[in-house]
């Protein structure tokens, strides 16, 4: 009964098998072994992207960080809601690795929306060398609270972003699972969206670590390559991190991966809609659920042995009290976990 | 006949499956599974060294960069010799870690000397606040040209620059081959001899990607976890880095390779001898050899598919012209792939 | 009639002869000056403070910055309100000296509560390597309002901070204007209360640019030092700051010019206070105004060569529109400039 | 007898009254003031460049940290010379504002010449993404030894420079004193010799802290802005840094100042010359010389009152012992203190 996070389960078979096909003989390193060029085919084949810029790294912090820097200018304030990781999980990495740049919180909710982010931009005057200088404008895909924006809303967002000046840039750590929610193509979700860049999240949905940084305008190519290797993420025997991307696109496993973990969470909020006291606290969309519970059943679970983050104190004296939880499902949380953890919650157990 | 580089070569089996092995079920995230106390564990005792705070990241330029950063302020300057990875290979990313601190160089060759370290800080004035402030001292073991330091002499700079209060690192991505050149034990050769931080590499000798960071004194533990998440080196699924360095502790694989690795570059620097033309730059103690061959002899090895960094131009007028070259072997390297080296740089073949 | 920005008026005098005197003959540069050590001793005097460290740069941004960066760290986060100057005024000066560090903004106005800081510091997780970590909370005296804090509402504030373990550090341009409207002293609104550092401006009021910066507790000297000079703010010709200061000291002129400058807006207010349209979107309680008047009445003014911050459109369809608008008086204005400002708005001019 | 520096004299009088007349009534701030407009136009005439961006800052650190930031990339290695004052006396600050450039020394004197530079920028290989990558080249005038580049040795440099693509900065703390000492315009000596930024030094010359920063090409000219506030260099009342370059340039005041302070340091040199134990160290071509005396005359000079930089003990056995030292002369010390410093070395005072 493991829901803590996406990051706690293993990787796919098929990503270590990659992984060890590729582990034969001597290799050009540093990205230019033919497993990368492969790897660059088939993500601008899957985009639609034929010109883009690709790249991988080891992390999702890493991707973030290394793309938003290319993006801006360390005068600039990023705008981002104030739920994203990168203002709330990532200890000043953006700061850090774009010199030192702002981050502008835009609205109040885990979803920013056109208005919201107008208000926002305009909070910084255009040619005022007092202020923050605007810059890009990143928004995360699945969300940090499980929500996803679909094309429509993307395309109100890069609207009003490009009508600035401003790229846009997406933290996808999950983006396979707001796909899979969505059911459209990678293309759709991104730059004919008018997304500028997109980390393509590996970590979470089956990889061990990597993420490919996609820049659908090559122009910051080498900058970027140049801040990879400053950065210390330009890997050495880099045909590892290929090897994980091409077993994580082969057969479509990024997907399959995503509508796995998408099903088990909505499996998963399903079984829980009956239990006393269940509050969803937002619509599960991709993979994970925010709700709140009853101490007494978090007792129950806990005991039980699952694993979850539970935000509030586990001991206390009213055990109706409602303490709120998140649930994540990865790609190989089983049925008869989920099934498990309701019954325990229910109390059936 | 892949001379090029040791990161070139494969992950040692025993490494990968290790891997494998860790790739069942959940654990817990960025470093607190099991395996990493296990990872802690062993490191410490190879090290005699029951108190070091001991990390792990992905790159060799992530862990010297995060090291030395933890170790100094931006207004310093760190001390290193014109040879070193940090300051030729490494794209400023001392420079980027540290917040801007400056590298001082220090002697003209890979290896300093008390008199050219004590020159080298002397030549920053104590106390004025104009100058560059001395700061922490790096060592590279095995050197950039395949050298290395002897405790004895590792004692002798090492107290020169406590003598001046400056703390001593060493950037260990070949200080297995270091070990298995001078036979001296891991103690010996680091805290023993007073070095104060080890980058101790796993990628060069049989690893994927990673490199341990071990800080003898802990005291600086705290400060280097956070630089790591904000370097973006924590990684989420921190097993599969832990794994890697259990399969390389495990019955002493690291140093077997190491030995493996010199034991061949030794081969090779011994077959050589006997070749027109060649000539040793440098003595060969660990898996690096820099010499000279004619451009002829370059010609008949690169048109038989021999891989190595060859100084200078292939093409060229004189074919008795004399062109650097840097021979590398790792633990995979056969023995029947460097007699035909040997063979075809002779002509006998 | 200049009420634009207190920025715009003269030096005094006073100061300026304190400059001319210092114009003679050979001086020690960089601080060394024994008119620096009179600056210091007169400081240390001022504020019951005789262990205090102090220093003079020339910008309030440097002071604000420098000051900051040396009591945080770059993965840390600095607490300060969304009005204050070092977020909305300096160009990620903070940012960029701090090495990277965030701005957390606390509460919605220009003075925080306890209650304010205590939840935007609990906001971030202690000792969760993940997360920004707590740091300086920075309040600003008077405050970009025109408001002052008591040393009541200080002691609170710093209470809370201090129970954190984080140091409390006030952006002073305006300290003297608080000392003025409040009436306590230098140490009652400063040590006394619990600020750990002070930035006490001068150039607002009365010099041509000169901020002290004020360590209470010396710990933090040398590398303040070493800040200052990296930060391009150690003075050659240190000592026209040091005179600038003499000057502003002598006779309590800082207090003088503090006291004139509050006197006149409170005689602005009042005359503006009949004017029809008038409002007060905030108590003055320092040197400045912030109100609304209709549109036409902006109209007047400008014609008449008033100059002011003006908030919004002049030109507009409705002349009775309300329009907000900032009025600072410096210690130069007149009185007949301010009331010939009335009643242009009064329309009896 | 002040021989320490041209930081210790007093500001011209002249300057100090254009400061005085400047403080008068309310003014625009941060360098909107018409003073400005007329510092602009005056220096684009005495350089002959109506294009030119011209810009103020207080310090000489500040002026070349802020330039070669604008003309940098942080992943580059900018080109000085080791006796360069941004190498050796400003704790940093280059590598403070680039954002973690490198400094990497030409040749091995305080001249550099094209050979020099050459082999400095081809060490570090084009389009190699793990080096440093090559950056602006930043040369002295006149030099840290008291030397002045040519027009002809400038365009010999710059070409160089040019040919590879990178930027000429000139720091010119003292490049009146080259003016005077070449006799040739302030454009042959600048932008028709190739240089594209040049930091105009005021304070060292008889200015109390002011130096210009001319771009001859305008493209940087908003990025600077930005990084001049974000840098905490923009000043609030910036006409008293406007009016002291006014003063400055009023009647070619910087190069009278310039003559005067060379001719006397010639007269200096030129009485030394008898003085027994005497040896130049530099032929003095501007305002400094480098120079041996026996320790026996330094301590008659330091007896007498002199001051001026000794480099080695003044305490020692031997009488005789050579020991070095810097003699400086500024715009302000009289024929009568030179003559009395060079009687007193001669022992006949």
Known sequence: MFFASDNCGPAHPAVMQAVMDANTGYQPSYGDEPLMDEVRSQLRKLFEAPEAAIYLVATGTAANALTLSTLSQPWQTLFCTPLSHIHTDECNAPEFFTGGAKLSLVGTSDKMTPADLTQAVEGWVLGDVHVSQRGAVSLTQATDKGHVYTPGELSALTSVAHSYGLPVHIDGARFSNAIAALGCS????????????????????????????????????????????????????????????????????????????????????????????????????????????????????????????????????NPDESLSMRLVCDWSITVDQIDQFVRIASGKD
């Not at 979700?189 to 949905?205: E, H, Q, V």
């Not at 099903?263 to 659920?289: K, S, W, Y």
């Open 186 to 317: 990678p293309a759709e979700l991104s730059w004919k969206a008018g997304i500028d860049t997109l980390c393509f999240g590996g970590t979470k949905n089956g990889c061990m670590s990597v993420e490919a940084v996609i820049f659908f305008d090559p122009k910051h190519a080498w900058e970027f390559e140049l801040r990879r290797k400053r950065g210390a993420q330009l890997f050495s025997k880099h045909r590892y991190l290929s090897a994980q991307m091409i077993g994580y696109l082969a057969n479509d496993l990024w997907l399959e991966n995503a509508k796995t973990a998408n099903a088990r969470t909505a499996h998963l909020a399903n079984g829980m809609r009956v239990v006393h006291g269940f509050e969803l606290l937002a619509d599960p969309q991709a993979n994970e659920i925010f709700a709140n519970l009853p101490r007494c059943t978090h007792q129950r679970l806990q005991d039980a042995g699952a694993q979850y983050s539970l935000f509030g104190p586990l001991q206390g004296d």
